[in-house]
């Protein structure tokens, strides 16, 4: 009896501290709760940043145009060299080589200034040029606006028609490459008076930059243009292809022609080049855009666009930021088969074929990512009387080794 009395106080004794134990370590826990509470909110940092800052950055778009080159070049560098380390070392979360968040807090910060303007570019003919080409280009790539402006950029008469032209250039992103780019650039303006240089930097992201500035331009500076063209450097156009198209529109109704890519997905593979997290393009499919090369648009549309695309959010990539205006102004561009984007490919299952073959282009309007030699290459062997289409073209056999004596001049590729 007397042990079981004992054994239940001892009981009783054993539930009571681990009762008190249980009250107190219940209380310890109380207490940081109410401290740690701030701190768990903390990693919400991510949507205040692209959210909250937006209203002081609005009201003065202006300012802080005209204050921007004066801070920039030296964030520049430390922005471009804290790139390269986040690139190299670790691998980044949320900014792969590009800083969404930066981007989303800059992007009210859409108006820059024209450095160097073409303002009588569309006066000279009456009546306004037929074809104005605007071709993107940076100011380190200065043989490929040479060879644009003997090639098939050519200004003057192309079917009796005018063409005119201009490239569009912001500042470089890296001005030690190429020190003398002021004074080059101004030279070339004062030389060939084809340069529009607006003062932003010219990097990949800041194209739409790009397209909202050249379209306010054209509408401001050739709104007596009948057609545009606007595409890369690394481009090879049939301009006499264009002009014959061209001649069979009307230039007061709507048009909008090009390599159209249609149901394209955004990336979100953050290694690629194109990379959009859904905190900037929630939907699953863009809307219909133009791919890279260049594209046709009629004076009425341009007007439009530049209207339509000033109310659309900027979007790091020009071509699909293109696209949402077209949208906006509910406008379907149109697919032309004389658009190759990408290039011509070699058919590797037959490499024999003779893809470099000026008969080939000549029914083409824009063919993609061209070598310097390569564009005028082929603007001189399609210009050349020599050339002649319309017999079938002959399928050169694959290459071999000849023994000396069968060598013949026909075997020449160009011939
Ligand atoms: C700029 O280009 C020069 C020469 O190509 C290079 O040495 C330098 O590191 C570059 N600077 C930046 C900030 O990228
Ligand atoms: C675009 O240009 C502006 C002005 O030069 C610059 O501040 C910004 O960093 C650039 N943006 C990108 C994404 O390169």
Known sequence: MRVRLKGDAICTLLLLVALCSLLYSQLEHLVPVGNKEPTKKQPSVTAKILSAPRAPWRPMPAEATVLKPHVTPVIRQT???????????????TDSAFNFKRYLLNKDNRNFNLLINQPKKCRKTPGGPFLLIAIKSVVEDFDRREIVRKTWGKEGLVNGEQIQRVFLLGTPKNRTVLATWETLIHQESQTYRDILLWDFMDTFFNLTLKEIHFLNWAAEFCHNVKFIFKGDADV??????????????????????????????PIRVQKSKYYIPETMYGLSIYPAYAGGGGFLLSSHTMKKLSKA??????????????????????????????????????????????????????????????????????????????????????????????????ITPQASPLS
């Open 236 to 265: 090879f156009v049939n301009v006499e292809n264009i002009v014959d198209f061209l001649e069979r529109h009307d230039p007061t109704e709507d048009l909008f022609v090009g390599d159209i890519i249609y149901n394209a997905r």
């Open 79 to 93: 922005e471009a060299a804290n790139n390269k380390v986040t690139t190299t070392t670790r691998p980044p979360l």
């Open 309 to 406: 695309c000033r109310e659309v959010e900027l979007f790091p990539i020009d071509d699909v930021f293109l696209g949402m205006c077209l949208q906006r102004i509910n406008l379907k561009p149109i697919l032309h088969e004389g658009f190759k984007t990408f290039g011509i490919v070699k058919p590797s299952a037959a490499p024999h074929l003779q893809t470099f073959d000026p008969c080939f282009y000549k029914d083409l309007m824009v063919v993609h990512s061209l070598k310097v030699a390569e564009i005028w290459l082929m603007w001189n062997l399609l210009h050349s009387p020599r050339l002649s289409c319309t017999q079938k073209k002959q399928v050169k056999k694959p290459f071999q080794w000849k023994k000396k004596a069968q």
